[in-house]
């Protein structure tokens, strides 16, 4: 059988993986928010790219399986102040399934010292990147609000939906162990994951505001009754 601790670990392991990438695009401090010629720019300061840059990612995309851009992401690898490119394809929606590709693009004099292109890597100018990846993410819908978070461990969609409802209606109970004054921080208008190992259930969600972190919330169900057993704080 598998041990409580080592379901908590693989928990901690799955939520951290996937609230990864939200908190390496957090913004930090000033940033842009356009969409030119269908294509929808992030970037934070210190991190904006020319016409020119533009087009040289663009066409290193295409060079790694990307045909259409529909985003371009610029992120700090927080807590450092090292900075990075994400370039994200056309989502192809399939119900409450959707996906896409992503690539992850360095830039010299964004990344740390010394690092150079791997072999197996494309370099265009001072851009690089390797392989493009498969992005699966789910969409959850309370009323008329959609969230898309990567898709749930072990949970349905509808269960997801539920227990959102219940977080962002305050209809839990919290236990008495449970970090109470931690509930005010939580964003809920911001899930990042759900997941489901055996009997335990997790759920994160961003911060409040400008902060750094997520979340993660234990949760156990008794038929529709919702408990919150643990509140946790993450910072990258």
């Known amino acids: 059988m598998i041990s409580m601790k080592a379901i908590l670990l693989m928990i901690f392991v799955f939520t951290f993986s996937l609230s990864l990438e939200a908190d390496e695009v957090r913004p930090t401090g000033k940033h842009t928010l356009t969409e030119v010629d269908g294509i929808l720019r992030e970037y934070v300061g210190r991190g904006v790219l020319t016409k020119e840059e533009e087009k040289t990612v663009i066409e ?35 119900g409450r399934e959707v996906l896409s590709l992503m690539l992850r693009v ?6 740390r010292a ?16 390797g392989e493009a990846s498969p992005r699966k993410t789910t ?21 997801c939906d539920s227990m959102l409802k219940k977080l962002q209606n305050g209809k839990f109970t919290l236990a008495p162990t449970a970090q109470k004054n931690w509930l005010a921080g939580i964003d809920w208008k911001k899930p990042t994951s759900f997941s489901k190992f055996g009997d335990n259930i997790s759920a994160s969600f961003s911060a409040n505001g400008k902060k750094s972190g997520w979340y993660t919330l234990n949760i156990s169900l008794d038929g529709e009754k919702l408990l919150i057993s643990e509140i946790s704080l993450a910072m990258p």
């Not at 450092?80 to 994400?86: A, C, K, M, N």
């Open 106 to 111: 360095n830039r010299k004099g964004w990344t």
């Open 139 to 159: 969409i959850l819908m309370v009323g008329k609000e959609e969230y898309q978070i990567p898709s749930p461990h072990g949970l349905t969609a509808e269960q």
């Open 114 to 129: 010394g690092r150079s292109p791997e072999k197996t890597d494309i370099q265009l100018g001072d851009f690089w990147a």
């Open 60 to 94: 290193l995309a295409k060079k790694r399986g990307i045909e259409k851009v529909s985003k371009i992401r610029t992120y700090y690898r927080l807590p450092t102040f090292l900075r990075g490119i994400s370039v994200y394809g056309d989502e192809q929606v399939n």
